[in-house]
């Protein structure tokens, strides 16, 4: 599905917060590999007999490799390099504490407020919409709306990778139908409890961070730097290649509810070959069905999922040759952070665009689904 306006709705502001702890691929590898030994010393009978697999060990240079990951951001560092526990050591807030998530999306929230130069009483709606929520109700926007002290409403969206796209694209439609205003579209990913620190092949992927945007009509924007929004398109095709069975369900399943399908799991090699080629097409007839050619787009911000993914995709665009300011990459340092990816690449690389330069925000990723924004400086 797609549409196109007639740029009566701008993105206005948008802010980032970055946590304050790190992990280097190093670091992940020296526990994950320490882990890994005991384990294999802890089932050795198992594994001399075949009943059991030796886990394998890693190598810094195979995650770079792989990724093009060279460390990520947490939450909470703590637990993570722990090989007696291996996971992030996150305290249980009482319910009238605020939530862990809520906290992170608040950060990230006044900084793309302040950005837009708004206030809370500008503000008609809050949309939190990441990969996962840490809990199912009341929402994480309504709470982060309460703390704001913004009138209105609020709803949480889950679209995986694609969640800050979609929810950009709903605020899209919520100011250009008149239902509101001014939307606020906030993406706290909190990736790493949902990480499986003890697969080789996943443990390093994903960082934690929050994401925030102001979608508002053009005629009240006074922001300093602010973008058209051209038109919007989304796309979604059924995948089990990526995927995380985490939910309630698992109570009245009598299953492990931390077992390693609940966790985040998926066959790359399958999701590249698949999704690749589903971005490729649909980016190119979104730029396309807007008059576009891919040599006018002056900034692409894809999804930062993976580096050899992000490059077969821009060598196929736009040729080997394209720079990288062209095409900014932020997972080196913030590896995959779901949904917020390719806005972090947005928030970091779009002042220096002049006005009437045209650029596209991309995402793609489990679902399988693809959401993108093509967009012009004011």
Known sequence: MSSAASSKVVISG??????????????????YNGWAEKYNQDHFKQIEDGSLKAKPFSTAEFIENASGIKQRYVYVKDGILDINRMRPNIPERPDDA???????????????????CKTASDIDAVIVSCAYTQRAYPAIAIEVQDALG??????????????????????FE????????????????????????????????????????????RDTCTAPHSYDILGVKAQTRFSSNVRSN?????????????????LFHQNG????????????????????????????????WLHQANINMN????????????????????????????????????????EDLVSGDPGLICSFGAGYSIGSLVIRKR
């Open 14 to 31: 948008t802010g980032l917060w970055t946590p304050e702890h790190s992990i280097t691929n190093e670091e992940l590898v020296t526990a």
């Open 246 to 262: 985490f939910g309630y369900v698992t109570y009245a399943n009598d299953a492990d509810p931390f077992g390693a399908d609940k």
């Open 174 to 217: 919520m100011v250009a139908a008149g239902t509101a205003r001014c939307v606020l579209l906030i993406n706290p990913e909190l990736t790493s409890p949902q990480v499986n620190y003890c697969d080789r092949d996943s443990h390093f992927i994903f960082g934690d961070v929050a994401t925030a945007a102001i979608v508002e009509r």
């Open 98 to 116: 605020l939530s862990d998530q809520a906290e992170i999306a608040l950060h990230a929230a006044r900084k793309a407020i302040a950005a837009a």
């Open 269 to 300: 090699r399958r999701v590249f070959k698949d999704v690749c080629p589903l971005a490729e097409n649909h980016i190119l007839s979104h730029i396309e069905s807007l008059g576009f050619t891919t040599a006018d787009i002056k900034r692409w």
């Open 311 to 350: 490059m077969w995709i821009r060598n196929r665009l736009l040729g080997e040759e394209a720079s990288l300011e062209k095409v900014p990459i932020v997972l080196d340092r913030y590896a995959n952070t779901a949904s917020a990816g390719s806005l972090i690449a947005f928030h970091l690389y779009h």
């Open 150 to 171: 913004i009138e209105g409403f609020g709803f949480d969206m889950l679209a995986a990778c694609s969640a800050a796209t979609f929810a950009l694209h709903r605020g």
